[in-house]
């Protein structure tokens, strides 16, 4: 975890850029400008949507990345918004994460993997690069393909991980992330308001289902740490929990916590501050619609506008908007 | 959840064949002989091994599936395998699916996702269809894009979804089926050694993590039940659970279980038998290792064999080997 931790405070700034467009989220004029490029690509009519919209993506993220880059230490592009689109989708995921790492940015794929042992470690290759051809001895299995590595399809810093399969569902993502230096964050307790439904369960030994997360959360990193004390297996804590804060934050001592549900989702500045440690340390706040959406809320906004002027506007809108977070969070954190 | 009912019975047989290639369980003679080929494709060299790994995947699924699809009425490809290859192996998934798809067969999209409200939306397109361009009025939004539809690139019946972030993060892949006429499958409890960990905690309410979960899917799929009394929310309940079947089965009436770890993972036919309901239905038991690498055990196997010799082999291998687990299910089931 030092990389995003160093990257973090390189800036200032513990904040993520959540790059999860839609359709409705990326101006339309945008998308209609690349409608005849794509249809003398494509075989068949039908695909048409799929590959305009994906083009279109990942031409959004580019301006948001180039309009951020210098302020904010990490991307977290959510991979269901390209599954979307089909495999055309997909690429442009790999595509923007590309571009992101380019940029200097540390990615989070946001892809909330998990399945028994033997599938996970399959999974875990979106860390460790792909696998070595059969009588091949290069490949992840040795340890190669880390972040810069020319078998690196996916171009992630670090995945988000579902822990509903317990312990080796999620031990192949560790040794991954060991192999190649790179991070997880396993679902804790999510923004969501059903999360409660299974995550808030009470247990018969006391305490709560996500609780318990939380404790193997701690004991799957326990081999991992840094030189700041947290290991390579984070934890995903919404935003929207701030009263519990403190405790959680007691609770995880080596545990960097990816805080998603600021913004849009109603959790503010001051509700995260004590999910940080003493130091400043030990969270990342992430919000997606209230930077890449922020241009629709813009006086500049026209209906008329150029696809150019429209992603201009969209990168401005966002840089404003993520100065805003950063300095919302500064003011709360670094106290 | 009918038209996999009526598949079943048509073949009599409630199984369904995992098509989770590895490097090690495909020939190493039919990777090799794409080796040329690929070559000339890639603009790295680095991109060899994903590609020719992903076509030799989609050569032996291809294969396999010629060889049993007048005989299993379904496939379960695991999305993983193909994501260890990065995008291009995203693109031999769908193409897996999709001549799966038109050789009959129902299609059970093994990718296990799950997110918040909106973003579990996103991952509904898998059953629903590209999203309509902004300002056009078809695509899946009007419900438009079932199986057969052009605008579908995944070529998914049903998809397994995970239930750890509660109703919200479940309902719109449950629209997104009744929409469709697809199905999903939660996970409830499953088959590996350290699912116990969260799935088997126990609740002060009483009962266990899995148990409560299963209530849950029980109540997801209420009001979209067919005309065997299942719904269109399967549950994911693993085969190495024997004991507990019976009232596993009594305490989901309307919930098809979809039933992994049969074979290699220790299931027996007789473990599975109690997971059907009098009439021989509520249940599909998958395999993968036993069927697909079947081939390995074969006293034909030879290292020199050619790579259409080997494609041959794991044919018919995969064959005899998914004849031996529908004969023996239908003794254990059909009673």
Redesign the interface.
Known sequence: MDRLIEAIERMRNPSVIGL?P???LVP?QL??SYADEVAAMVE?P??I??L??ATAYFAFNRAIIDAVSDIVPAVKP?I??Y??????G??A??MTCEYAQECGLYVIGDI??????S??S??A??LTG???????DS?SDTGHGGAE???D??HEDAITV????????VMPFVEAARHSGKDIFV?VH??????????E?????GGM?HE??AR?VESWGSSTRGSYGYSAVGGVYGATFAAKAPSVRASLPHTMLLV?GYGAQGGTAADVADLFDTDGRGAIVSSSRGIIGAWRHADRYDDSSSADESLSLVADSARLAAVDMRDALRSAVYR
Chains 1, 2 share one sequence.
């Open positions: 999860d839609t359709p409705q339309s998308i209609a068949e039908e695909e949507a799929a305009q919209l959510q269901a918004m599954e979307a689109l089909g495999p055309a997909v690429d995921y790999a909330k993997r998990g399945d028994i042992g599938t996970a399959a999974y290759h979106h792909v696998p070595a051809l059969p009588g091949h490949g590595g020319p078998d399809p996916w579902n822990p509903y399969l317990g312990a080796d569902g679902l999510t923004s969501n308001p059903s999360s409660a439904q299974l995550q369960l009470e247990l018969k030994d289902v318990r997360v193997l998603p």
